[in-house]
């Protein structure tokens, strides 16, 4: 009898050993720990490209994906710092400014979505309408090629220029063929053009930097560049990353929160046609 006694517990002691090992129920509900969250950093302009940013943070953190956005007041290091790996993406650039930059610098950045538009501007510095402009005004325009060219054309669509037939948004002053008030085009750096305007007569500024100045599109531009032009179809502002990280799970959930119904109303409401969505 001791024998047998000693056998069953053998046996039962073997088989809690290996109900130990075995799997796990399948229908077990404890959270899979694949589902893992995505820390997304972003490159961006403080307006408006940050404050869109972190309107959409809820929504993306509804995805898994925390969003850290860092914020530069340039047009060069956001780049360098998506080139470098410092940031999975950025948020300030349309693609012509894109192109430049990757022929200038090597760098290696692709547009993977179109998100908006922003309108450029003539604001009145120390003349306040285009029929008081003197002889020799001096108006500012960005110094870089694309957005130079864009502030060009705008010029010229108000007759205070002509431009060479056909240059189009590759316009320099040197396609300047008429000027019949010797307008003084003065280049200056994008983000520094709204503080020339207590020095100068005018000035054509960028969306983003009239918002961060407290200057208004409907109300305080002279002039505005039209929704349906050249301009709108081919400087939309776009999401960038390095070449290569395209299929990035956080960027993708990004694009779908900035195109969603919710991220167009924000827009719409806050920048009241300064920013003007894409989609």
Same mark, same amino acid.
């Given at each position: ?6 056998? &069953? ?201 009239? &918002? ?68």
């Amino acid at each position: 009898m001791k024998k047998v006694f000693s056998n &069953i517990l053998i046996v039962v002691a073997a088989a809690a050993i290996l109900g130990g090992c075995a799997p796990q129920d399948a229908n077990n509900t404890e959270p899979s720990e694949n589902v893992q969250s995505i820390t997304l950093n972003v490159a961006a302009s403080p307006t408006p490209h940050a404050e869109i940013l972190n309107s959409v943070k809820e929504l993306l953190a509804e995805k898994g994906v925390t969003l850290n956005v860092i914020e530069f007041t340039d047009y060069v290091q956001p780049n360098m710092v998506t080139e470098s790996g410092e940031v999975d993406a950025n948020y300030f650039q349309h693609t012509p400014y894109l192109d430049d930059f990757n022929a200038e610098n090597s760098t290696h950045l692709v547009a993977v979505s179109a998100i908006h538009y922003e309108p450029f501007g003539i604001y009145p510095g120390k003349t306040k309408t285009i029929e008081e402009l003197p002889d020799g005004a001096k108006i500012s325009v960005p110094n870089d090629r694309t957005n130079r060219a864009r502030a060009l054309q705008l010029l010229a669509q108000q007759g205070l220029i002509t431009l060479q037939e056909g240059v189009g948004l590759a316009a320099t002053k040197l396609d300047i063929v008429e000027n019949p008030k010797n307008i003084d085009i003065v280049e200056i750096e994008a983000a520094q053009l709204a503080r020339t305007l207590e020095d100068l007569d005018m000035a054509v500024i960028n969306g983003n930097y009239a &918002i961060e100045a407290g200057l208004k599109v409907k109300e305080d531009a002279i002039a505005i560049e039209s929704s349906s032009s050249e301009a709108a179809q081919t400087f939309a502002n776009v999401i960038v990353v390095k070449e290569g990280n395209e299929d990035n799970e956080g960027v993708k959930a990004l694009i779908e929160v900035l195109q969603s119904d919710t991220a167009k109303k924000y827009i719409e409401e806050t920048f009241e046609g300064a920013v003007v969505p894409m989609f």
